[in-house]
Structures are given as C-alpha cells and as structure tokens.
C-alpha cells in the first residue's frame, strides 16, 4: 500500500512555544486514521501543516507526495470539512456548492450538486439560505462540500462536535460510506473516542504536541498485541491480594483489581496458569475471560503516562 | 484566471444579498452625492461648470472608494471573522488568484453607485442652478475609468490589510479609513482651490495613481501568506 499522508520528525513553534514536537507518521491509502487527543494537544495545527495552511519550523508534512502549500493543484485532491463547514450563510445550499464546484473545474456542475443534494437528504431545502439550516443539517452539507470534487483524501476536523446523537450517527455512517464504498482516505481529527473505535482503522494519539501511541485501533484495544486478561473474583475483597500474587510471579503486566475483578495483560503467562496461581493461593476464582479494552481506557491509560512522563 | 471571475461572480451576488450593506451605500451615496454637492454648487459664485466638474471629480471618486470600503467589511473581514477564508484557502486557487477575484467582485457594484452618484449630483446641481450642467469630457473620462480604477486600488488595499491584520488591528484600521473618508468629503474642495480646473493631465495623472496603488497592492501580496491569515484567524 501506498502512503498518502507522510509526515516526518515535523515541528512547529509558535512564538517559541513547541505545539507540535517531532511527529512522524504516515497514513496509507484507503485507511480512516484517526487523530486524536485533548483539546490544544495539536491536533488542528498538525492538519493545517498538512493543509498547507501552516509552515512547519522543523520536519516535513506531505501530502498525495506534494506540499499543499506550494502545490495548488494537488489541493484540488483533497477535501476538507473544518469545524465551521466552510459555508456561506446568505447562499442556498445549492449555490454553495455549486460555488465550490466552480472553483473545483468540476465539469457539469450542477449534476454533481443535484447528487450530492440527494446523497446528503437535503434536496427538499436547497434553495434556502444555509442561514436557516440546523447545525446538523450544515454538517451535512460541509461533508458534501468537502467530497463535492471526489477527493483522494478528505481531511474532517471534529466532525461530530455539537451536533446530537442522531446526526454524529448519520456523520459517521456519511465517513464510513465513503471509505467503504467510495475508497477514500480519511483523515479525522477528533476527540471523541466513541467515535474514533467505530470507524478508524487507525489512530494517533497526540498529547502536547508529541505522539503518545500509533496503531490500529485492533491492535490498541487488545493491549499492543498483548491479551488482556479479566479474572472475576469469588471475594470481592481478595483483590489486593490477588496482586501481590500476581505480580510476584512474573509473565504479567498492567495487573490492577477494582471491584473484584483483576485485570492482566499475558505477557509469557497462560491463562490456566493465572488460575492456577490464584486458586494455590487461596483466592477463589468465580469467571475468567479475554477482554478487549475500549478506546476510551487506553486513551485515558496514554494521557496519565504522559502526563507523569512531563511532570 | 476562470478562478477569479468565480469568486468574483459569487462575491457579487452575496453583496446583492447583503440588504443592509446595501441600503447603506446607496442612503451614503444619495445623501452626500444629493445634499453636500448641490449645497456647494449653490454656495459657490465660481463658475457653475467647473464647480461642477470639481465636485464630479474628488466627491464621486470618494464616494465610490467608500461604497468599496464598506463592501470589503462584507467580502474579506466578514469571510475572515467567520472562518470561511480557511476552506477557501485550502481550494486549488492561489492566494492572489482569492485576492483578485475579491476585489473584482467589489469594483463591480461599487463602480454602479459610483455611477449612480454622478446622475444624482448632476440631475440635483442642476435642479439647484435651473439649467442643466454637464461635465466636461476629461471628467466624463475620470468617472467613467479613473474611479473605477481607484475603487479597485482602494478594494486592493484595503482587502489586503484585512487579511494580513487580526481582528483588533482591523477594527483600528476600520476606524482611521472613516475618518479618512469624511476628511476627504469635507477639506478637498477647499485644498484643491477655486481656481483648480479638472485637465486631461490632471485625469491621466490620478489615472497613474491608481495604477502605481494597484501593482503596489498586487506586490504586496506577496508577503501574504496562508500562515498569516490563518493564525490571525479569530479564535
């Protein structure tokens, strides 16, 4: 597989502050990366080095093997949808994107937009001005901008933010589709991690500027590879001793009990030898079990290691 | 090229949306082009013909760079403080190729009321004076090029800073051009003098003027960036 997105040891200062600290990564053709992390974690600056829309102080961003600053016409391969949908308010819908069109040499522009007006559900409010629309149905209509061309790659910028369940619902399936169906690489900034688990193949995670973790997410939620272990215990109280136990005996790793269920990841250890340990030990084991974890926890794991690698 | 007349044609047609800019510029245009001019037609015991001519000259120029200022709140600043200049910024345009399509899609309107003002000050001086009193040929000229051009070179200019300026900058700025404007309606007749006469010389050079403003504007440019805009953005 090709890489689309290339990124190497990139950096970028503002006012001597380092927002994004030496980053490399590469998205290959066809994934949905995901790219998250907190708010001001650089996230927005390292899209719009890819953009174009920002010079890097060190490294390199490319893009479709081009540097959309200098490149203008490689930008015409790629779509954006920014986290203000990129819409004129006093313009229909129609004539937004029919603007964009235009501007993209699209030729018979006004097919395009009648079918993406009809992808979108909207063709029964395009003459009105976007002005009036719901916040969802704008984002609809910014996805629709943003693919309008058929761009190689699409770059989104907090896709869900502020919209309810029902329209990050209808959001995710629009990206999904046109990864499934239209082949497109999608580039998602996000920190939404729900989100990210269903449908990136993919993430980064970012925390002040630097990469704290990059893998599938697959790979992610079963502990880097490593199996993650849950064992039920019969004594909700035998936790702590169950990892003393544990932790003494080697082959574990990332061992913590809550609520009398111990958790692992097997690093040389079996899980009938788990069992073994704990029952010799006299702790009695009610159910044990392969766990995947969320997104959400591993995020959460990342964030505290970084933040006590900072301080 | 195709770019530019893109963006100009949707300029044009959003500031044919904008009601209250518009209504703005054309109440601005009727009452300066139809009550400070004939005031000063009427006031004056020089010859009504070359009155005439000095107001068409300095007062319609003002009065359309100011129809260009108002409209490049509509077209860059508006564009700039809603964030929709970054999506734009990231189409197959150049930077340069965004600016002029800009400015194109305001010297078109403000050149109409540029226009409109003229009849106005003709039909109301003349009411004023009981005989219809025309320009002469070398101010039928500067309305008909030189203004225009002047509104392209002021929407050049203008534009520009609001780009490369965040937005308290901009507010600053926004404040030094009105009062600039209203020092012009009020002190050029009176700079100019009774006895200034408008020439061909005197078109063509005012005609350079412009022009030296809109290359020097085009040259500019160049130290626009992406960067800049983007990270004068407001947040």
């Not at chain 1, 869900?160 to 169906?181: C, F, N, W, Y």
């Not at chain 1, 199996?227 to 005996?249: C, F, H, M, N, R």
């Not at chain 2, 937005?167 to 404007?181: C, H, K, P, S, Y």
Request: proline share 3%; aromatic share 6%; with cysteine.
């Amino acid at each position: 597989m090709a890489a689309v997105i290339e990124v190497s040891s990139l950096g970028k200062e503002f006012g001597g502050r380092r927002v994004v600290d030496n980053i490399t990564f590469s998205v290959e053709k066809g994934e949905v990366f995901g790219y998250l992390g907190p708010n001001g974690a650089g996230k927005t600056t390292t899209m719009r080095i890819l953009l174009g829309l920002l010079a890097p102080t060190s490294g390199f961003a490319r893009v479709l093997a081009s540097d959309l600053a200098v490149d203008d016409r490689a930008r015409g391969d790629v779509g954006v949808l920014m986290e203000n949908n990129g819409l004129y308010e006093r313009l229909s819908a129609r004539e937004n994107l029919e603007y964009f069109a235009r501007l993209y040499g699209i030729e018979r522009p006004k097919d395009r937009v009648s079918e993406l007006l009809e992808f979108t559900g909207l063709q029964d409010r395009s003459s009105e001005p976007v002005g009036t629309f719901s916040t969802g149905m704008k984002r609809k209509l910014g996805i629709a901008r943003a693919i309008m061309h058929e761009p190689e790659i699409v770059f989104f910028d907090e896709p869900t933010s502020g919209l309810d369940p029902e329209a990050q619902h209808m959001v995710r399936e629009l990206i999904l589709d046109l990864s499934k169906r239209e082949g497109m690489t999608v580039f998602l900034n996000s920190h939404n991690l729900d989100e990210v688990q269903r449908i990136c193949t993919r993430v980064a995670i970012l925390h002040r500027g630097r990469i704290r973790a990059l893998d599938s997410v697959r790979n992610l939620v079963r502990g880097g590879g490593k199996s993650v272990y849950v064992v039920t215990l019969a004594d909700p109280a035998a936790g702590t001793a169950a990892v003393d136990i544990l932790s003494s005996a080697g082959g574990l790793s990332e061992i913590s009990a809550e609520d009398g269920r111990v958790s692992m990841s097997l690093d040389s250890l079996q899980p009938h030898e788990v069992i073994s340990l704990l029952v010799n030990g006299g702790i009695g084991v009610d159910e044990a079990r392969r766990e995947a974890r969320s997104l959400e926890e591993i995020y959460l794991g990342v964030m505290r290691q970084a933040e006590g690698d900072v301080s | 090229m195709r770019g530019v007349l893109v963006v100009a044609e949707k300029e044009i047609w959003q500031l044919l949306r904008s009601k209250n800019v518009l209504v703005s510029a054309v109440l601005f245009i009727v009452i300066f082009g139809g009550m400070t001019g004939p005031a000063m037609l009427a006031g004056s015991d020089a010859d009504p013909v070359q009155v005439m001519d000095q107001l068409l000259f300095y007062l319609v120029l003002v009065l359309g760079v100011f129809s260009a200022y108002l409209f490049t709140g509509q077209v860059f600043l508006r564009e700039k403080q809603e964030g929709v200049v970054e999506t734009l910024l990231c189409t197959p345009l150049s930077l340069r190729e965004i600016w002029l399509g800009k400015v194109v899609g305001i010297v078109v309107p403000a050149t109409v009321l540029s226009y409109l003002a003229s009849v106005i000050i003709v039909l109301v001086g003349s009411a004023v004076l009981g005989t219809t009193v025309w320009p002469s040929p070398p101010v039928i000229l500067h309305i008909l090029v030189v203004v225009p051009a002047f509104i392209g070179a002021g929407a050049g200019l203008i534009g520009f800073a609001q780009l490369l300026l965040g937005m308290r900058e901009n507010q600053v700025l926004n404040f030094a051009i009105i009062f600039g404007l209203i020092f012009l309606i009020s002190f050029t007749q009176a700079i100019l003098g009774p006895s200034f006469s408008v020439t061909w010389g005197v078109v063509a050079a005012v005609l350079a003027l412009a022009a030296v403003i809109i290359m020097g504007t085009a040259w500019l440019t160049r130290v626009l960036s992406r960067e800049r805009i983007v990270t004068t953005l407001p947040d």
